[in-house]
């Protein structure tokens, strides 16, 4: 009865390039390490960008050769996946220098966001997807999808289920292997959730959706859950919801991998992590960002005692 | 469609009680004044209980008194209704000099809680929960019963559902008309919540139940979710998250009222709240407690665009 639960660690990239603080290289490096021996099986580690709109991500090239070293030197376990974000086609050919087997594109459900976050419109985003995910299919490298904004955008407000409905289509035709929804802006709740799943699972199979949900509002695990029921299985998640929400200072962003974590270990899920590892990197990772993370585990810890009977 | 959810507001009580700071009677004042002001219809105000013991509380009657003067003035709406805690005989003849019309009593689901936190076994709590009921219909007062660690007590672990089913019953044949089921140390997930809700279900309608969760570790909305799809139409919370963790240093404790607000509306449930008017009292909150309040929907703020379609 034990359900299988893939969880996508993106604190590495989502959540470092929503943080003032830049890590080094090196302390980027670590912290993938820490995740992969927590037990986190599929992280996304940076993004090929440029180094002048999201210094946070500079040099991911090289990272990704140091992990894959890391990788050779048996540090980090080989069923580790890695991935990272490719915006267009200079940022494929960077990312086909390395040994990266997966990338991610990004897109988005409503027009003034996809301008304002990545500087074209829906329609010429697509475009380029068509042409990454060309040369990524010739070497023979898998593809995943964002598509964010899909329950509301901070210019437009609420996004009709049939605009994101039909994205996620356009996306898997185009060849993606899986579509993470997000709620970029951290405001559904589980009857949007629920409306877009039903509106989703007509048209496409959910074993090809994954839910990145935000917990801006505090409703990300309320939402996970309406997911889990509808029968989704894969969430996107950052380490101790690193990466704080670009609208509202001081606010969360991202689902924190703990919290996720624990309410999934509580409800007899399987994921593979190791949910004690995992806060105990807490300390090392807010002496690198210089601020407190908002995860709720993070912060209250792992229970003493086991209360998922 | 509409459901029409009940908010019983815990701030000035249940939150109060587990903050450092004490506020002056004058605040206190304030603060329920807001609230009643933002729409919340119960508010649980005070406790006749020794200001040996808890400070917080001290010179409830007073306050008591203060906000009916507020009600007769209509500073107050006259359909708000208040309530406090009542630990015992002295304590109920304390409330018995004041215009209250409800009081509420609390006990515990584990022996070691209920002796560190009440000082009785739970045997000795029922016999006091008894004389104070008898009491309170002699006076035609209300008596809404509290249930803690009904999921688990921070010295025993795991609390078996049996043994919280056998106290709800025995709690509303003594004659409360409501029992409040709380996680008090917030390690339920959905799965435990929809584990007891459907035992009590098999043995007392659940119109008689509300539910007081813990957000400690994140799960308190996903909770609130597995709840209300299972007829439960009554939840406690503390305004702006009040209250802290007294296990956990710098957590989160009670639910915030606006994040279960948040929630409720943009599922499209009524709760009479106004949300924007609540998110408004927080400076003023936080500048009495001395500390920034753990509500998301406080942090981010209400979204400028409506999200729930």
Redesign the interface.
């Known amino acids: 009865m034990a359900k299988d639960i893939r969880i996508v660690e993106v604190g590495p990239r989502d959540g470092l390039q929503n943080e003032a603080a830049h890590l080094s290289l090196e302390d980027r490096r670590q912290l993938v390490s820490l995740l992969a021996s927590a037990g986190l099986r599929y992280i996304e580690v940076g993004a090929f960008v440029s180094p002048k709109w999201v210094p946070q991500m500079q040099n991911s090239g090289t990272l990704i050769s140091g992990l894959f070293e890391l990788k050779k030197e048996k540090v980090i376990s080989s069923g580790v996946q890695f991935s990272a974000l490719v915006p267009n086609p200079t940022g494929m050919k960077d990312a086909l220098q390395t040994s990266l087997t997966e990338i991610a594109v990004f897109g988005a459900c409503s027009e003034s966001f996809s301008k304002k976050n990545i500087n074209c419109s829906i329609e010429e985003s697509f475009e380029r997807f068509a042409e990454v995910i060309r040369l990524a299919k010739q070497n023979r490298i898998k593809v995943r999808g964002y598509l964010s904004t899909a329950?509301?955008c901070?210019y437009?407000?609420?996004v009709?289920p049939k605009v994101a409905v039909n994205l996620v289509q356009r996306l898997l035709k185009m060849g993606v292997y899986e579509v993470s929804v997000g709620d970029t802006?951290?405001?559904?709740?589980?009857?949007?959730v629920r409306?877009l799943l039903r509106k989703l699972k007509d048209k496409v199979s959910l074993r090809k959706i994954a839910m990145h949900f935000h917990?801006?509002?505090?409703?990300?695990?309320?939402n996970?859950?309406?997911s889990l029921d509808l029968g989704i299985r894969v969430f996107d998640s950052s380490v101790g919801g690193l990466g704080g929400?670009p609208y509202?200072k001081?606010?969360?962003g991202n689902l924190?991998t703990e919290?996720l974590v624990?309410?999934l270990h509580?409800?007899?899920c399987r994921t593979g992590v190791d949910l004690a590892k995992l806060v105990a990197m807490r300390p090392w990772i807010e002496s690198r960002i210089g601020r407190q993370l908002p995860?709720?585990?993070g912060?209250?810890?792992v229970?003493?005692?086991?209360?998922?009977?």
């Open positions: 329950f509301g901070p437009e407000g609420a009709s802006i951290g405001v559904a709740t589980p009857k949007q409306l917990d801006t509002r505090g409703t990300a695990l309320a996970v859950l309406a929400c509202a001081g606010a969360s924190a919290d624990y309410m509580g409800m007899g995860s709720r585990v912060q209250a810890g229970p003493s005692h086991r209360y998922d009977q």
